[in-house]
């Protein structure tokens, strides 16, 4: 069956343009976590939704970056005015249940701002 | 300190070897425990979770040192195929999505 995609896998911007990054979770995984992996490390937790609520988005380095899932399954990670150091690559992962465990992870987006 | 520590290795073995590499958590009530694999500018994918009282999978063995703070994996008769970053996982107790830690990664190379 599809997996967990996401869009564009790769975006190049300009420092202080806004970037949205998309994730389509596996169909009726009710949990969706956006991460964020700089090379040469493990991915960083950034936010969490369960369906539609974001419970946790402690993760997130700065009011610069919102994430939302309106309907409870898309979600949209958006950057406001990238700096150099959100170069990174974004990992979108759904689970089937609540608890985070079995995460299948999209194939990421990586976003390099010049 | 880390709350989780792997060695970054690379680690670089023969085919047919086996290799075992370890994960150390600092929160002694941490409580679930996985292992993922990453290839070179690919995706996380899980490879085995940890049980307390240890598990197989074929070639891949996992384990869980509760005195000592850490997991462990190994891989017999290692495959080119296995040559890979290892990350662990540790997930809190409470288990709020925020205490889901990645490691940084073990990178293993099988060599032919």
């Known amino acids: 069956g599809a997996g967990v995609s996401q869009s564009p896998r790769y975006k190049v911007a300009k420092r202080g343009q806004d970037v949205a990054l998309r994730c389509d979770p596996i169909?009726?995984?009710?949990?969706l976590f956006w991460y964020q992996q700089a090379l040469g490390q493990g991915p960083e937790f950034l936010t969490y939704?369960?369906?539609?609520?974001?419970?946790?988005k402690s993760g997130l380095p700065s009011d610069r970056f919102f994430a939302e899932r309106p309907e409870g399954s898309v979600s949209t990670l958006k950057i406001q005015r990238t700096q150099q150091e959100d170069s990174a690559v974004y990992l979108c992962?759904?689970?089937?249940?609540?608890?985070?465990?079995?995460?299948?992870f999209g194939p990421g987006t990586r976003l390099t701002v010049t | 300190r880390k709350e989780v520590e792997q060695d970054p290795g690379p680690f670089n073995v023969p085919e047919g070897a086996t290799v075992a590499f370890n994960c150390t958590y600092s929160?002694?009530?941490?409580?679930?425990f996985f292992w993922y694999r990453q290839d070179c500018r690919k995706e996380p994918k899980l490879l085995m979770s940890?049980?307390?009282s240890g598990n197989e999978d074929g070639r891949f063995t996992a384990q869980l040192n509760r005195a000592s703070q850490y997991i462990s994996l190994l891989i017999r008769d290692s495959k080119l195929s296995d040559s890979a970053t290892y990350l662990c996982?540790?997930?809190?107790?409470?288990?709020?999505?925020?205490?889901?830690?990645f490691g940084s990664g073990t990178r293993l190379s099988i060599r032919p």
């Open positions: 929160n002694s009530a941490s409580q679930s």
């Open positions: 939704f369960q369906n539609e609520a974001q419970l946790d």
């Open positions: 940890v049980y307390s």
């Open positions: 169909s009726g995984h009710v949990s």
């Open positions: 992962a759904s689970s089937l249940r609540l608890e985070p465990y079995e995460q299948y």
């Open positions: 996982v540790v997930l809190d107790p409470y288990s709020s999505a925020s205490k889901i830690i």
